[in-house]
């Protein structure tokens, strides 16, 4: 190894040998991923490009090749502000895409094509379009996990960080008591409680029950749900709670409410990061959420060690197709290219735009 790539490996192995030990990631591997960290670097200066991590990529990754982090929001952000030529998102495509949509001249580069996401697979626009017809005059407030042409027909776009506070914006700027909500259907479901408002499901072959919308503060709520959070189970919440007495649960809004009620804390990955750094040190701490979430709070707060329970099997298989060979391939060969059609792109700024606003 030169001087430069044994620096990297060097800081590697102190950042990440608490969370990945040799018997998860042998030496000559975290050696071969430190030389590619190097080559991505480089690659990084020569094309003025920049890298976005999100919050479930993986340790090694995360802490290594992106200029900015986070989690859709804070990603959204930097997008939106960046000065570079290329923007290389490590993260999935509906991420990517809202990228795109903030920076129409940009290069935007996804490291893999399999990035996909079950909640943005989980709609398609002709639904949101259908939604409008049986709904009409309600503002449709969508979920940032979704594809640009949905994200288009849509009033205000959220992110799990913010939904509640981009609801309760919605309905007064349209004056309405109730909101259609997309697509997460647990998301939905929990922003129904925390604001006490009716929720229900439309079924295309079935209008007959529609609810008093007008009048009933109500969330008109899809079914798409994310596979990850959603395998998640109040007997995980119990069994958490009797091994660790005391044990602090925060779960991720796309868990199921049933978990969600049961859990102390609800909100975003960064919420959750903020969440660990301010308790940490004085309470047992598990997260519902992707597991990459934890080692990455761990590697940056090894002092939480103890404390941080980390229930490691929830692995994103889409987040996990971002590596480092095909970000540094990203890269090299200018692959593959994020594009949105103009008409497509103009619509979902906006919605895209109000979010930003609102913060
Ligand atoms: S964790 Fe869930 S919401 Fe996030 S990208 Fe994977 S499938 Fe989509």
């Keep these: 190894m030169d001087h430069q790539t044994t620096k990297i490996y060097e800081?590697?192995?102190?950042?990440?040998?608490?969370?990945?030990?040799?018997?998860?990631?042998?030496?000559?591997?975290?050696?071969?991923?430190?030389?590619?960290?190097?080559?991505?670097?480089?690659?990084?200066?020569?094309?003025?490009?920049?890298?976005?991590?999100?919050?479930?990529?993986?340790?090694?990754?995360?802490y290594t090749v992106?200029?900015?982090r986070g989690d859709s929001l804070a990603l959204s952000k930097r997008a939106a502000e960046t000065n570079a030529d290329i923007i290389v998102f490590c993260g999935v495509g509906f991420m990517a895409e809202t990228a795109k949509i903030l920076n129409p001249t940009k290069k935007v580069l996804i490291p893999s094509q399999k990035a996909g996401c079950s909640l943005?697979?989980?709609?398609?626009?002709?639904?949101?379009?259908?939604?409008?017809?049986?709904?009409?005059?309600?503002?449709?407030?969508?979920?940032?996990?979704?594809?640009?042409?949905?994200?288009?027909?849509?009033?205000?776009?959220?992110?799990?960080?913010?939904?509640?506070?981009?609801?309760?914006?919605?309905?007064k700027e349209f004056g309405t008591k109730s909101v259609i909500f997309l697509p997460d259907k647990y998301m939905a479901e929990n922003i129904a409680n925390e604001t006490n408002r009716k929720i229900y499901f439309p079924n295309k072959?079935?209008?007959?029950?529609?609810?008093?919308?007008?009048?009933?503060?109500?969330?008109?709520?899809?079914?798409?749900?994310c596979y990850v959070h959603e395998q998640y189970t109040v007997d995980h919440v119990k069994d958490l709670r009797s091994s660790f007495p005391g044990v602090e649960i925060l779960a991720h809004p796309e868990c199921p409410p049933d978990v969600v009620k049961v859990s102390d804390f609800s909100g975003?990955?960064?919420?959750?990061?903020?969440?660990?750094?301010?308790?940490?040190?004085?309470?047992?701490?598990?997260l519902l959420t992707e597991c990459s979430m934890a080692d990455n709070i761990l590697a940056n707060h090894p002092e939480v060690n103890n404390n941080l329970i980390r229930m490691c099997n929830l692995r994103c298989k889409y987040m996990n197709t971002i590596t480092l060979e095909q970000t540094r391939d990203a890269l090299l060969h200018e692959q593959y290219e994020v594009n949105v059609s103009e008409d497509i792109r103009k619509r979902a700024l906006l919605s895209v735009t109000r979010m930003l606003q609102i913060g």
């Design 11 to 62: 800081e590697l192995k102190t950042k990440i040998r608490g969370v990945l030990p040799e018997s998860l990631l042998p030496d000559f591997e975290l050696q071969a991923k430190a030389s590619l960290v190097k080559e991505i670097r480089e690659l990084k200066k020569q094309k003025n490009a920049v890298i976005l991590g999100h919050n479930y990529m993986e340790p090694v990754l995360f």
């Design 66 to 68: 992106p200029d900015f």
């Design 120 to 171: 943005a697979e989980g709609i398609k626009a002709e639904d949101v379009r259908w939604l409008k017809k049986q709904f009409p005059g309600l503002p449709v407030v969508t979920y940032i996990n979704t594809y640009a042409d949905v994200k288009a027909e849509t009033d205000v776009v959220c992110t799990s960080g913010n939904a509640v506070k981009v609801v309760e914006w919605a309905c």
């Design 205 to 225: 072959n079935n209008l007959t029950d529609t609810p008093n919308y007008k009048n009933v503060p109500t969330i008109i709520g899809w079914n798409a749900r």
């Design 268 to 286: 975003s990955t960064s919420n959750m990061v903020e969440y660990v750094e301010k308790h940490g040190l004085n309470k047992k701490i598990a």
